[in-house]
């Protein structure tokens, strides 16, 4: 069985289309499947939706989250509670084709256990935007060593991935990342990103801006060799300024003034300030992993076939 996993934050208009669509593509193509919802703490209506898209269709499972807790945990939780022997995961939004998943599905029967979706083309976006995702994925594929540039979260994984997966102790995921992380037979199937037909997405500049200093470190700690070079490079400075002021003062010419004082120590005050800061997200992500709290808590679920139950629980009371 197909299980296919839709994180959903504020989708209210979104949730009984894309069952719809998704079991159609699915039945039509006579694929098992279970569509997991998870309701990421939305503020809408979405977990309304859900319930009841999952009353009229045996097929629809859901999780509820407490609060919002991200797409990430809204991923992992739907991972960990998928029960199909390869799980997809996919944005709610059908901004994914669910065709794709059809390709999908036959790879995986041919025996690849990771099946990345990969943007064949991004939609639409702005020049601003393109220009930081592409910079962002630069940075990224350097630190995973894996071409990031077109990677996306649709993605289907085989249980044993999906296990793997689940297995990673640390809080701070990215999906995207680890799914080429943890190897396995991999494979691509390209697809072109489609136009968003409800609601908005969720991503301001600002929280882009956060997703991506938050993936590098949980990637690469270059950052902090930044700091290294940076002081490397103000030693530099040091060792020539001093032989010049030294030099002067030997001399009799010693530099007027204080100007150049009052340079130097803001220069080396705002280096060593952005080190500190560099070194301090470091530290407060690794207080983060240590607190152990769990990456998302569950306040209510929906098995798969509560229709078909209450079905024959009809039958039962009928004989
Ligand atoms: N999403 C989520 N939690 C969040 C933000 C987004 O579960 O905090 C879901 C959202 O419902 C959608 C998917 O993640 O199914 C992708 O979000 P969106 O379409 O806003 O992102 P974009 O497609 O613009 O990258
Ligand atoms: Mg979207």
């Given at each position: 069985m197909l299980s296919v996993i839709l994180p959903a934050y504020n989708e209210e208009k979104m949730i009984k289309k894309a069952a719809a669509r998704i079991g159609q593509v699915l039945a039509g193509a006579e694929i098992p499947y279970e569509i997991v919802f998870v309701n990421d703490g939305s503020k809408d209506r979405t977990w309304e939706e859900i319930e009841k898209t999952a009353a009229a269709d045996p097929h629809v499972a859901a999780i509820c989250f407490s609060r919002n807790f991200g797409k990430e945990s809204a991923m992992l939780a739907g991972l960990a509670g998928a029960s199909g022997d390869c799980c997809a995961v996919m944005d709610c939004d059908l901004q994914h084709p669910p065709e794709t998943l059809v390709e999908m599905y036959r790879l995986w029967e041919q025996g690849y256990e990771v099946i990345e979706g990969v943007k064949h083309t991004r939609g639409r976006e702005s020049v601003m935007h393109r220009a930081s995702a592409g910079l962002f994925y630069r940075m990224?594929?350097?630190?995973?060593?894996?071409?990031?540039?077109?990677?996306?979260?649709?993605?289907?994984?085989?249980?044993?991935a999906v296990d793997a997966m689940l297995s990673l102790p640390e809080r701070n995921t990215f999906f995207r990342a680890l799914s080429s992380w943890i190897g396995f037979r991999t494979t691509s199937v390209e697809f072109d990103v489609q136009e968003r037909t409800e609601g908005e997405s969720k991503w301001s500049t600002w929280s882009l801006v956060k997703y991506a200093v938050k993936n590098i470190v949980a990637f690469s700690t270059v950052p902090m060799q930044c700091v290294t070079?940076?002081?490397?490079?103000?030693l530099l400075l040091a060792v020539v300024l001093g032989i010049q002021s030294l030099a002067r003062y030997f001399s009799g010419r010693a530099v007027e003034g204080f100007t150049t004082v009052i340079l130097l120590v803001l220069l080396i005050g705002s280096v060593i300030m952005l080190s500190l800061g560099i070194i301090g997200y470091y530290i407060a992500k690794i207080y983060e992993e240590v607190k152990g709290r769990p990456r998302y808590l569950i306040s209510r679920k929906i098995e798969a076939g509560k229709e078909l139950e209450k079905e024959s629980e009809g039958e039962r009371a009928g004989e």
């Open positions: 990224i594929s350097r630190a995973v060593k894996i071409n990031m540039s077109r990677a996306s979260d649709f993605k289907l994984l085989d249980r044993r070079v940076a002081g490397l490079f103000v």
